[in-house]
T-cell receptor
Framework: KQEVTQIPAALSVPEGENLVLNCSFT??????LQWFRQDPGKGLTSLLL?????REQTSGRLNASLDKSSGRSTLYIAASQPGDSATYLC???????????FGKGTHLIIQP | DTAVSQTPKYLVTQMGNDKSIKCEQN?????MYWYKQDSKKFLKIMFS???????INETVPNRFSPKSPDKAHLNLHINSLELGDSAVYFC?????????????FGDGTRLSIL
């Protein structure tokens, strides 16, 4: 049974810092891995999707990497801003009609 | 245009009632899902459905049942609501045979049981 773990559970840093969020998964037989952002009381916004054959994806100040064999992914946020404050969720997709398996998220606060 | 829309956004009801949450996607996707986010904010798959199969997470009580009138809709029916059903329910969709495409989520329905 797939399990996804995110470390740290919470993180508070000053504005402008670069930071890394970690995600690990137990079964490497995945099709893709997605990073989402969730703002309080809101739905999920997809940030990046990495195919199992890819090693990284970039979007603006965000860079996600994937090491499928070791079951790890990182989300790198450059030059953090207060607007980046949210909960970041990592999820893996194992194919077909299976849903995503989510981690419990990292609650990120960027201090102005 | 909203890609995945859920109604209602908020639902407050008494224990023991039966309620439904509607979900519609206009993306032409062939697979739809329901997820539950509990009070600790943990998201967990409840159902996934395409025109071929329904996959039910074994932890979901049989009081919960998805109904799909057509490919663009997957409604969630809940019978005999219990206090523990209070949560945020998210609908999502994807094109299941295209693994390079993300799942798209609705904004959630916040269910509160009194």
């Amino acid at each position: 049974k797939q399990e996804v773990t995110q470390i740290p559970a919470a993180l508070s840093v000053p504005e402008g810092e670069n930071l890394v969020l970690n995600c690990s998964f137990t079964d490497s037989a995945i099709y893709n891995l997605q990073w989402f952002r969730q703002d309080p009381g809101k739905g999920l916004t997809s940030l990046l999707l990495i195919q199992s054959s890819q090693r990284e994806q970039t979007s603006g100040r965000l860079n996600a990497s994937l090491d499928k064999s070791s079951g790890r992914s990182t989300l790198y946020i450059a030059a953090s801003q207060p607007g980046d404050s949210a909960t970041y969720l990592c999820a893996v997709y194992e194919g077909g009609a299976d849903g995503l398996t989510f981690g419990k998220g990292t609650h990120l606060i960027i201090q102005p | 245009d909203t890609a995945v829309s859920q109604t209602p956004k908020y639902l407050v009801t008494q224990m023991g009632n039966d309620k439904s949450i509607k979900c519609e996607q206009n993306l032409g996707h062939d697979t739809m899902y329901w997820y539950k986010q509990d009070s600790k904010k943990f998201l967990k798959i409840m159902f996934s459905y395409n025109n071929k199969e329904l996959i039910i997470n074994e932890t979901v009580p049989n009081r919960f049942s998805p109904k799909s009138p057509d490919k663009a809709h997957l409604n969630l029916h809940i019978n005999s609501l219990e206090l523990g059903d209070s949560a945020v329910y998210f609908c999502a969709s994807s094109q299941s045979d295209r693994t390079n495409q993300p799942q798209h989520f609705g904004d959630g329905t916040r269910l509160s049981i009194l």
